[in-house]
């Protein structure tokens, strides 16, 4: 897909581009975090039909839910491009001893030879978590490793 990316100076950036089917969009991005989707005129392509403005928070959600399903895409060409090597999502259960514990207490990797490339707390997406980010009831883990390390993250978050 192309995009045409435009400096607007004082402003921010604005992309635009076309879909499969032919609707031109486009994304102003502000320098203070905001950001405009617009919609275009078949007919005119700089006339607007409609515009959602999003907030600084908004924005964040709004990347934060987009970018899972491509941090779990990359994820899944990975795990077919290697043999022996598999993902899985692990969800940190209320018995965890682990609980409100950093991350890297667990020592997972280390215990276990599997690595935890991302965590999701509701929507939340956090990808290559540092070892200082401390886990919650309900959080998923986003494990890469063989069956067998994925297994062992699986009962040493648990306590198991």
Known sequence: MDVNETMLPGVGMRYEFNTVKGERFGMIAYRDGRMDL???SDDDPDECISMVRLDRTEVE???EIMGAPRITARIADLTREIPGLVSAQIEVPPNSPYIGEELGETR???????SIVAMVR????VSS???QERLAVGDVLVVIGTETGIDEVRKLISGG
């Open 38 to 40: 617009v919609s275009y």
């Open 61 to 63: 959600t709004v990347a």
């Open 108 to 114: 997972c990797r280390t215990r276990t030879g599997a």
């Open 122 to 125: 509701g929507t939340k997406v």
């Open 129 to 131: 978590p540092t070892p």
